[in-house]
């Protein structure tokens, strides 16, 4: 069901877009990086739960990104990540996290269910390390809903990527996290002036429940 | 002499610091993001409409291009030039009329219809480098409709042909272009540097948030870069 929903309404942006047309059925959700390697990613499960849960009853796409090496040993990855990503500091060994360890597993809440898509990348952004781009596309795309971890990091350099190739995408605040607050904020910030819409899961499961019950303001308010 | 190490992060609470990072001089570009004149003149494309619906961000941004990017970014290309490092340019805006290189249903369409946006017409005065930074024939202009140039160009193959590792990162805006450039060349292994003091957001908390949650690239001023490549000889120049 196509349908206006509010965009980036609250943006204080001088070339902020009030209000977007959007495809509810060419909508996907992804969920970056909710895997067992941080504890801290407990805290934004219940509402990743939430969304992923309306995707799954309007039958619409759910993608899972999964950060880590490729391959043990890290010789995947670029030399400052394969250096110090998950590294504690001093002389401790960096955590392992690769296919088929259970650091790397998305957490038990959110476990991909068959049939869905699940992408590996060994960097921040999945459009810098994966073939995401190619499924998005085969998969007739164009709205992408995000959660996950860290905002200011994978969030940010997978949904500017997608946002700076066409899609509309909506960062979903109280979904994502940070393990500095003021980074979160400035990721919040920029991203909905300057790339997209930021809402939180109340308002992302209102304004897209209003597409799926077939009555959006465009169509309720006229013709 | 070539090589040589720089400071690269902060240090990271309960995390491992890459406190410097060696890094190959003359395996260097510098990059100068759409510093185009519907960006950079105050009576073009975003000014007059910031003039008059956001002046705090006018007087701000107007003062900073004028007082610190184009000095800044003057500098840094006469330095480059004298050291034999490219200079390499983007351009940002609709490739097509009408937007109709924009996916019709996205955004940036919705954005570049709406008459409030800020991309322009690749015919236009406002697509136009600004003249007294402008490239050399021989200097490579990358034309791009979105942020990053690994958006949109071939810039990852075309920095790999030219062995270039390292980016010099100059222009506006700083938490838009300019972040997302350094943000998806770190992730690809890059060494990006931005130059901070040239380089300007609509305002100085945005530019200064932007910078403290620098990932995979690291932010110095123009003092500090010219002062790491003076180590490089100095060249004939073309």
């Known amino acids: ?85 998950m590294k504690p500091p001093g002389d401790v060994p960096a955590m392992v996290v690769h296919p088929g360890t259970w650091n790397h597993d998305v957490v038990d809440d959110l476990a991909p269910e068959p049939g869905e898509l699940v992408i590996d990348k060994n960097s921040s952004g999945a459009f810098n390390s994966s073939g995401i781009e190619r499924y998005l596309q085969a998969m007739g795309l164009q709205n992408l809903v995000f959660c996950g971890a860290a905002t200011s990091r994978c969030v940010d350099n997978t949904a500017r990527g997608a946002a700076d190739r ?45 597409l799926a019950a077939g009555t959006p303001a465009s169509i309720a308010g006229g013709e | 002499m070539a090589r040589t190490r720089i400071t690269w992060e902060a240090p990271r609470p309960g995390r491992f ?56 970014i003057k500098r840094l290309l006469a330095f480059a030039r004298s050291r034999g490092l490219e200079a390499i340019y983007t351009r940002t805006g609709l490739q097509l009329p009408e937007g109709r290189d924009l996916a019709p249903w996205s955004w940036r369409a919705a954005q570049a219809r709406s008459g409030v946006g800020n991309i322009f017409p690749k015919d236009s005065q406002e697509y136009q480098i600004v003249p007294d930074i402008a490239p050399l024939p021989h200097e490579l202009v990358l034309d791009k409709n979105t942020a990053t140039p690994f958006a949109s160009t071939a810039i990852d193959q075309l920095l790999r042909n030219m062995g270039v590792e390292n980016l010099l990162i100059a222009g506006l805006l700083t938490n838009v272009a300019v972040e997302s450039t350094a943000r998806s060349a770190g992730d690809r292994g890059y060494n990006p540097i931005v130059v901070c003091d040239a380089c300007a957001a609509y305002s100085q908390a945005e530019h200064e948030d932007t910078l403290a949650t620098a990932s995979w690239w690291t932010a110095k001023d123009v003092d500090e870069v010219i002062g790491i490549f003076s180590a490089l000889d100095q060249v004939d120049q073309p």
């Open chain 1, 166 to 210: 066409g899609y509309n995408v909506i960062l979903v605040e109280d979904a994502c996290i940070d393990p500095v607050q003021r980074n979160h904020c400035t990721t919040v910030r920029t991203f909905g002036d300057a790339f997209g819409a930021v809402k939180t899961t109340d308002e992302v499961l209102a304004d897209l429940g209003t």
């Open chain 2, 17 to 72: 610091t890459i406190d410097d990072w060696e890094i190959d001089l003359p395996k260097t570009a510098l990059l100068i993001v759409d510093m185009q004149r519907g960006y950079t003149d105050p009576e073009l494309g975003v000014g007059p409409g910031l003039e008059r619906d956001f002046p705090d961000i006018h007087r701000y941004y107007y003062s900073a291009i004028g007082e610190r990017v184009l000095p800044g």
């Open chain 1, 1 to 85: 069901m196509k349908g206006v929903i509010p965009w980036q309404a609250n943006s204080t942006w001088p070339h902020a877009v009030r209000e977007l047309e959007i495809d509810l059925g060419k909508t996907g959700l992804v969920m970056v990086d909710v895997q067992n390697y941080s504890e801290k990613n407990a805290a934004i499960v219940p509402e990743c739960v939430r969304l992923r849960d309306f995707f799954h009853r309007h039958g619409l796409e759910v993608i899972y990104l999964r950060v880590g090496s490729l391959l043990p040993g890290r010789r995947d990855m670029h030399a400052k990540r394969a250096l110090s990503w």
